[in-house]
């Protein structure tokens, strides 16, 4: 089991920047990429991006490409979220996810994910 740490959420205004950052610990070789994902109160948690520990490849929502980079440092082992020009509908908790999938094209569904963090709270005002 991969234990994960999310951290770096808070208040920001709209087009304001934050990282996320999400810490893992425990059995780490067994995962192959690392998400994150975004969840508002009533709502299903839903994909924002992720990427390949081995590749680097990242694959993102639409919604958010062009304004946040997902990131790994694998000395670390440690995963980033940069979130540039953030809107307030980016407001949510986020979640940082590890998956033992060893091919997926994109990473995107919850179900390709084994292990999770707490969460951390964005918000962005208006």
């Known amino acids: 089991q991969v234990q994960l740490v999310e951290s770096g959420g808070g208040l920001v205004q709209a087009g304001g920047s934050l990282r996320l950052s999400c810490a893992a610990s425990g059995r780490t070789v067994s995962s192959y990429a690392m998400g994150w994902f975004h969840q508002v109160p009533g709502k299903e948690r839903e994909f924002v991006a992720s990427?390949?520990?081995?590749?680097?490849?990242?694959y993102y929502r639409e919604f958010v490409k062009g304004r946040f980079t997902i990131s790994r440092d694998s000395a670390k082992n440690t995963v980033y979220l940069q979130m540039n020009s953030q809107k307030p509908e980016d407001t949510a908790v986020y979640y940082c996810a590890a998956s033992r999938v060893y091919y997926s094209r994109s990473y995107s569904r919850l179900d390709e994910y084994d292990d999770w963090g707490r969460g951390t709270q964005v918000t962005v005002s208006s």
């Open positions: 990427i390949s520990w081995s590749s680097g490849s990242t």
